[in-house]
């Protein structure tokens, strides 16, 4: 289906049975963002927001919530998207199956950009910001933010739709020291693609022109988070994957998508930023007030009849789960291109996506060695860190693909094939004082923090735990021990202190250890301040362990030391406990929980949902 507009998408979820509409007036602040949620875990429907408190607009959240839903939506378009996609990471395909990609020609050509003559679109009116469903999602953020624009800035030194980014950066509509209808905050790091454009402007001394667009067609907000081949610009793949060229005129210097719903344009002067935040973030915490750019609003339009998108962030999964999957779909085979030697590689959506990576790769460099060890996959560890969003990781576990079927996918299962074959005193490699995501704050400052790379292959060296160990239990300060899993297991301590005291009560727990025994079942104990919750599910572990700790700080070994500076231990210790600095974490506010309960009772317009009736 190649839709024209959002509004066209939503009739045709709804004659789908993919869309609800929720005809009570919900408000902006807290309770739409609280109904998405459940009806998001629920697995359920798209909403529309009919009557949305304070604003004329309708809003629409929900669309992308399930990979079937979203494929429905791109169904007519998505083979077609996939094969140029393909050729573009690959193009020998094409001289290998010509009759297979014959297509891919029309369906290119249809995706190019389409300027419009004329000034402003037909159909568009002039609004305010205060016009707009001001959507805040979390009690403790610092105000309504758009959480699904597309921001579009052109390259100063090459101006042009063919030069331009299209990104999806949050934008902070209200609050803090933003004077409302006149400023708005963007939320984004300098070697993101508008921040290069930003550098540049800089140093041409003139201020950046930014346009937001808000809705549109469906694949215009995708795109927008799309890594995609070289040489295939954002707009290009929004074209593609929509069936229709992107359409686009400029009114006063700024760059107008023509199908949007709602475009803010605005200027980003050099140096100029003020506070962004609190924001509730992917990693399920809130991103702190830090400064960032701010735009000064030009003009804000709206077309008849707009309807305002939006998702929800938080603790995974989340709307943007979908995402993830869908561009892993889409563009799967490009980073077997981009590092040769690596066959899959999955960040890890329960722990946040950027902190936690698996990888399997090739291990082609010592094929007669009796004794395997790692060497092409370090390789190929340090390639991954290094490449586009996979470098904010900070943990990467990888290994080669070898007798046994494995897949980054079973996590569980993956895990456990590591654990049983990993030299604790051998396969463990750190990078410190290094980068992570800015969104991250386990680590000593903004943006700053350390990698580990827990490297494994060959034969099996031990049996893990299925039980907790003897051993683990009945420790001085550390109680409750609980088994998460085969080889790993949680142990619940006192508070986080300092480092200083981290060190001190981690050393004696680590020689209390050592006087019992040898532990070689359990390669893995997490620290933490709370073991029923750590063990309870696999989510879990995975959220509290990798979004708690900074590799060089929060790791520790049982009998550790350092050979020929390479640092070895019998048993790894991850101190996941919560931290003085790390960020406060997502909490439902009860009060809005209880408000909205209006929506789902009987004969309400969500009646039913969570009982999956």
């Not at 990471?89 to 010509?98: E, G, H, M, Q, S």
């Not at 702190?288 to 309807?307: D, G």
């Amino acid at each position: 289906m190649s839709y024209r507009n959002l509004e066209e998408c939503i009739i045709d979820l709804e004659k789908n049975g993919h869309l609800v509409r929720i005809t009570e007036e919900v408000d902006p602040h807290l309770e739409m963002a609280a109904i998405h949620m459940k009806v998001f875990e629920a697995g359920g429907p798209a909403l529309l927001f009919e009557k949305v408190k304070g604003s004329k607009f309708r809003a629409v959240s929900n669309l992308f919530g399930t990979v079937e839903r979203s494929k429905f939506i791109f169904r007519d378009t998505w083979d077609s998207t996939q094969n140029v996609i393909a050729l573009r990471n690959d193009p020998v395909k094409a001289l290998k199956n010509p009759f297979k990609y014959i297509g891919t020609g029309l369906a290119a050509r249809r995706a190019l950009p389409l300027k419009k003559s004329g000034s402003q679109p037909s159909g568009f009116q002039e609004i305010q910001i205060s016009d707009l469903p001001l959507v805040k999602h979390w009690q403790g953020d610092g105000g309504a933010f758009v959480t699904l624009p597309q921001v579009y800035s052109e390259d100063p030194d090459k101006p042009g739709i063919m030069n331009s980014n299209l990104g999806m950066y949050r934008v902070q509509l209200t609050g803090n020291e933003y004077e409302l209808n006149k400023e708005v905050g963007i939320h984004y790091q300098i070697h993101r693609g508008i921040g290069i454009h930003q550098d540049k402007a800089n140093k041409q001394g003139k201020p950046l022109k930014v346009s937001i667009f808000i809705g549109g067609p469906p694949a215009h907000t995708l795109s927008a988070v799309m890594p995609l081949p070289e040489g295939m610009s954002e707009l290009t793949f929004a074209g593609l994957l929509s069936g229709r060229h992107f359409r686009y005129s400029y009114v006063d210097g700024y760059c107008i998508s023509n199908d949007a719903d709602f475009v803010i344009t605005g200027e980003i002067y050099p140096g100029e930023t003020k506070p962004e935040g609190p924001f509730g973030d992917h990693l399920g915490y809130y991103s702190l007030i830090h400064p960032f750019p701010v735009m000064r609003v030009h003009k804000v339009y709206a077309r008849q009849n707009a309807i305002y998108p939006f998702t929800v962030v938080g603790r995974p999964p989340q709307e943007d789960t979908a995402f993830g999957a869908l561009i892993h779909e889409l563009t799967g085979g490009a980073i077997r291109q981009e590092v040769p030697g690596v066959k899959e590689v999955h960040a890890i959506d329960a722990a946040g996506v950027h902190p936690l990576l698996f990888a399997i790769g090739s291990e082609r460099y010592t094929p007669y060695q009796k004794i395997k060890q790692p060497a092409e996959i370090l390789t190929i560890a340090n390639r991954i860190l290094g490449t586009g969003q996979l470098s904010l990781a900070k943990f990467l576990f990888i290994t080669a693909q070898e007798d046994k079927k494995v897949s980054t996918h079973d996590v569980e299962n993956f895990l456990a094939y590591i654990l049983e074959r990993i030299n604790l005193r051998r396969d463990i490699h750190f990078q410190t004082n290094t980068t992570i995501d800015t969104l991250d704050y386990s680590g000593t400052g903004l943006n700053t923090g350390s990698k580990v790379v827990f490297a494994a292959v060959g034969d099996v060296k031990r049996e893990l735990c299925r039980e907790v160990p003897g051993i683990l239990k009945d420790l001085p300060g550390a109680g409750e021990a609980r088994l998460i899993m085969p080889g790993i297991v949680a142990l619940q301590t006192s508070p986080f202190g300092s480092y200083d005291e981290a060190q001190r009560e981690i050393g004696e727990l680590c020689k209390s250890i050592e006087q019992r025994g040898a532990l070689t079942s359990c390669p893995m104990i997490i620290l933490c301040d709370d073991s029923e919750f750590m063990s309870a599910t696999l989510d879990n572990f995975l959220w509290a362990t990798f979004t708690r700790s900074n590799p060089s700080h929060d790791i520790y070994g049982v009998n550790s030391g350092y050979e020929h500076k390479h640092w070895a231990c019998d048993n790894v210790i991850i101190d996941a406990r919560t931290k003085p600095h790390q960020a406060p974490p997502l909490i439902e506010d009860p009060v809005v929980q209880k408000n909205i309960e209006r929506v789902f009772v009987k004969g309400a317009s969500l009646d039913g949902i969570r009982t999956g009736k």
